[in-house]
Each structure stands twice: as C-alpha cells, then as structure tokens.
C-alpha cells in the first residue's frame, strides 16, 4: 500500500493550502486517516485524525484553523489549512489504517511527506 500526499508548498502567513493523501494498491478500504507534522528539530506530532465512523481529533494548536475530510470509498483524504501560521511548517505526512480504531497512532500505512513552509 503507498499513500501520497500532495498540496503543499510555500505560502505566507494567514495563507492557505490544501493537502491531499490518495491510497493505492490497498484491497482493503482505508477506514481512518491522519496527518501528521514534523518541524526541524521537532518529535513528529498529530494534526488531525478522521475514520469512516465520523469520529475527528485535532491538535489544539490548529483546532478551528484546520479541517480534515475523508472520501472513503475512493482512499482518499484532505486537510484544508487556513489562517496559516510559521510555527505551522514542517513536513505533513498522511497516515492511514484499514480499521477505524488506532492506538497510539500505529496507524499501518505512512506517506512519504509534503513540505509546508510557512513565511512570517
């Protein structure tokens, strides 16, 4: 299974962008997804989670900043990132699991990243 995540690039504060994870090669639908972020120097932390049950998580650091939406049936999912901040930049990486339930986000597929930069 690889997931690939696009949309990111550079962008000025209180900016926007939207990532995009897509799934492929998985014979099983993916029932949850989430992004995850690693700044230089920074342990990689959790932005948003969704599964296919309707239960979202967000960091509080980007609660009412950040949107997660998954389509599902498709293995795809987004996270739309508005009033962009510097401490937003990093390398965004989607993550995505066959079950709904994720314990500590052993999630079973990773991208490989898309890089964020924000510019103050």
């Known amino acids: 299974v690889q997931l690939q995540a696009s949309g990111g690039g550079l962008v000025q504060a209180g900016g926007s962008l939207r990532l995009s994870c897509k799934a492929s090669g998985s014979p099983f639908t993916i029932a949850a997804m989430a992004w995850y972020r690693q700044a230089p120097g920074k342990p990689r932390e959790l932005v948003a989670s969704?599964?296919?049950?309707?239960?979202?998580n967000y960091a509080d650091s980007v609660k009412g900043r950040f949107t997660i939406s998954g389509q599902f049936s498709a293995n795809t999912g987004y996270l739309q990132m508005n009033s962009l901040k510097p401490e937003d930049t990093g390398v965004y990486h989607c993550?995505?699991?066959?079950?709904?339930?994720?314990?500590?986000?052993?999630?079973?597929?990773w991208g490989q990243g898309t890089l964020v930069t924000v510019s103050s």
């Open positions: 969704i599964n296919s049950g309707g239960q979202i």
């Open positions: 993550a995505g699991n066959p079950g709904t339930i994720v314990r500590g986000g052993n999630y079973a597929y």
